[in-house]
């Protein structure tokens, strides 16, 4: 069996929260503008010809930066305008912008959504109609993107799954590059080396939920959660914890930050272990906090796991095939001894 050791203190949880359940409503009246600049604005770039359709441009390599909560940002346009620096969420359901830079863009309020987040309640939320947005060779036109106040969302937006659920994701984070790819049904994974993990998921509103994890033998679904710095867990997950004396620490209070800009009191302690199809994480730091992005997922009473980037990043590469519900785990092998620093810069420790 191989294991994964994860050594990590308590830090400040800024996770971008999962988004689901949007529905449309009344209008509302337009906030007041603000002075800041767009975040994560850059210079010129070239775009990919929009009149192309999309089967014509794909597949295509897109670079990606890691910020300092690790998780992964891409350049897009909006509108014709940009680059501008988004997450790439695959915990979210719709693609998000930052209300600077809807009202910089001078874009058109759409209808309100109701969302759900890391928060206890759904929340409803101003939304922009963006005409255009794009990534190298992928764009999505047009559509209401529910708006946030963008020192919340970490970026100037977040693209979500309604932005990939009919491709397929390869993140290689050894060379911290992305493809997004075409798929079809019955397509082979990508990744076929020989200690690679290949775990069926189920289809929740666009989310992949894997259900082949478990904890002291007992059977936990999780969500695989690109836009959370950690991982956050029901409070099913944290009675099994706390029942199978599953810590490895005590269990502390501590804060997480919504997309909303709310403060979101949880509980937080490490997992001694975790076992993935085989393969074991150990000393997992998670966070425990009654979301209702679990109750609209439908994971609200059986213990369920946001899996973030403190513990996907752990892996060589990941393929996530939304269309063929599909998750590759590759894991780390003699190579990543050649390439210790992303281990020691981030306090882990591996053992095979």
């Known amino acids: 069996m191989t294991s994964i050791a994860v050594r990590s203190p308590f830090w400040a949880l800024l996770a971008a929260p999962l988004l689901v359940g949007a529905t449309p409503g009344t209008p509302a009246p337009p906030p007041a503008p603000e002075t800041r600049e767009a975040p994560g604005q850059a210079g010129p770039t070239s775009v990919v010809d929009p009149t192309l359709p999309i089967e014509e441009v794909t597949p295509f390599v897109q670079p990606f930066d890691l910020d300092a909560t690790r998780r992964m940002s891409v350049q897009v346009m909006v509108e014709g305008q940009g680059p501008f620096s988004f997450l790439v969420d695959t915990g979210a359901e719709r693609t998000v912008i930052a209300r600077e830079l809807a009202d910089r863009l001078g874009l058109s309020l759409g209808a309100r959504l109701r969302l759900s987040t890391i928060s206890k309640n759904a929340t409803s939320a101003t939304s922009y109609r963006v005409a255009s947005l794009q990534m190298t060779g992928l764009h999505l036109t047009p559509f209401d993107a529910p708006a946030f106040a963008g020192r919340h969302i970490g970026a100037a937006g977040l693209i979500g799954v309604d932005m990939l659920e009919d491709r397929r994701l390869l993140i290689d984070f050894r060379r911290e590059k992305m493809d997004i790819l075409q798929t079809k049904r019955r397509a082979r994974p990508l990744i076929r080396d020989h200690d690679a993990i290949v775990v069926s998921a189920r289809n929740s509103a666009g989310r992949l939920i894997l259900s082949d994890a478990r904890i002291d033998g007992r059977r936990v679904d999780i969500v695989v959660d690109t836009g959370a710095q950690s991982s956050v867990g029901n409070m099913a997950l944290m009675k099994l914890i706390a029942a199978r004396r599953q810590n490895s620490v005590p269990f502390q209070p501590t804060m997480l930050g919504a997309i909303t800009g709310e403060d979101v009191p949880a509980t937080r302690t490490s997992i001694k272990r975790i ?34 980037m403190d513990s996907l990043s752990l892996f060589d590469r990941i393929e996530i095939d939304f269309p063929n519900r599909r998750v590759v785990l590759d894991m780390p092998d003699g190579a990543r001894r050649d390439t210790p620093q992303r281990f020691a810069s981030a306090g882990w420790r591996q053992s095979l």
């Open 275 to 308: 076992t993935i199809e085989g393969v074991d994480i150990n000393d997992l730091p998670v966070s425990f906090a009654d979301a209702a992005a679990f109750t609209a997922l439908g994971l609200d009473e059986r213990p369920a796991l946001l899996l973030g």
